[in-house]
């Protein structure tokens, strides 16, 4: 089966999916479209085993066909991370630079070591061995909050500013830092032999690398745009530096996401303000907003019929149903001491904790990284495990957070504000 075929599919069902959730289910578009999808996916197993197994096979065929690490972080990632970047200020970015860059590097190193040591305990006394190295990759791969289901889920959430720009800076930041540190984990638990040098070395060349390139290559695309006045050829110029930008940072090894986020914050904020006329931005607006709602609804298809390959057995969904609450907890731990560090001569209120901590969704990239890890005998229970506490994230939290929200966002927007300055 080629690409075309794929592509059309997907986007098929997609569109039946964002139609039949339009019309009957009313859910956030994303969470609805991967809950049909996931639906469907359960009534295709269950008719497989006990009606008509002959209509499980041509769905298994047609995931098989589809690399779901290749297809997401070396695919849609640009797109979606450059879409959302793009319609965040970088001067608000600024002035919670304190809290995100907390919560994106010592906060997924708090919660790596603390999801990967529970879990380490947990799968020990559910008779599933699993070595403590595989464990902290496990932690290291469901830390980072996805920025592809938080940023969709915030757009309808109604968080107040403040909130919004912590929650979605840090979640487009964190992804690249827990790429990293999930990559070097990887070779930790391959047998590589890599000294402290030598992690600090591929840490420093892939978290600041990505940073330095996509300032680089976001000026150069400022300066292109700046120096054009039509709307086409802006808004190709963001498309090429959104996936162009992209593959050559792999190529050079620098951490892609970081760079395709930091020239997506540099066009959003300074090229919309000074080398866009009018006519331009809104055009621009309404593309990079299409392509982020076309490639979400793929994107959560995709996660909803995952299901129909996931290695899913009893103890492995009991061993799900231990770790969501580990990991609730060890982001809530993350958080409380970032905000603690950030205290100034005063106490925050049980919402800001709980806002960060409850808002912070694990999604696809998580599920990606998961399935990218090379067949083994550990493989199978960190890739149900992971679809597990992403689907609860996505359903559960995604669900939910709007009630939190709307109870204690003003007053912990208040509150991280006096903290950050």
Known sequence: MGVFDISAILLTLAALFSFINYRFVRLPMTIGVMVIALAASLVVVLAGELVAPQLKT??????????????????????????????????????????????????????????????????GWLAIPVPFIYCLLFGSLISPTDPIAVLGILKTAGAPRSLETKTAGESLFNDGIGVVVFLVLLQVAQGEDLG????????????????????????????LLKRTDNYQVEIMTT???????YALAEALH?????????AGLLIGTQGRSFAMSDVTR???????ELIDEILN????????????VMPITGGYLVAALAIIPITLLARFISV???????RRRRDFSPGAELILTWGGLRGAISVAMALSLPSGEYRSVIV??????????????????SRLIKRYGKEAAAELDAATG
């Open 384 to 401: 149900a495990i992971t679809y597990g506490v992403v689907i609860f994230s996505i359903i559960v939290q995604g669900l939910t957070i």
């Open 239 to 245: 498309l090429a530096l959104a996936m162009g930008g």
């Open 336 to 342: 409380w001491g970032v905000l603690a560090a950030l």
């Open 254 to 262: 620098v951490s892609a996401p970081i760079a395709v986020v930091v």
């Open 196 to 223: 402290a040098g030598d992690v600090a070395w591929l840490f420093i060349k892939e978290a600041a690398g990505g940073l330095v390139f996509g300032l680089a290559i976001g000026v150069v695309a400022y300066q």
């Open 58 to 123: 041509p769905a298994e065929y047609l995931l098989s066909q589809i690399d779901f690490d290749e297809t997401v972080l070396h695919g849609m990632l640009a797109l979606l991370l450059f879409a959302g970047a793009l319609h965040i200020n970088l001067g608000d970015l600024g002035e919670q630079k304190g809290a995100i860059a907390l919560l994106a590097t010592v906060g997924i190193a708090v919660s790596t070591l603390l999801i990967g040591s529970m879990t380490w305990l947990v799968l």
């Open 297 to 308: 609804a793929v994107l959560f298809v995709l996660i909803g019929l995952e299901v129909l």
């Open 282 to 288: 809104e055009r621009l607006d309404s593309f990079w």
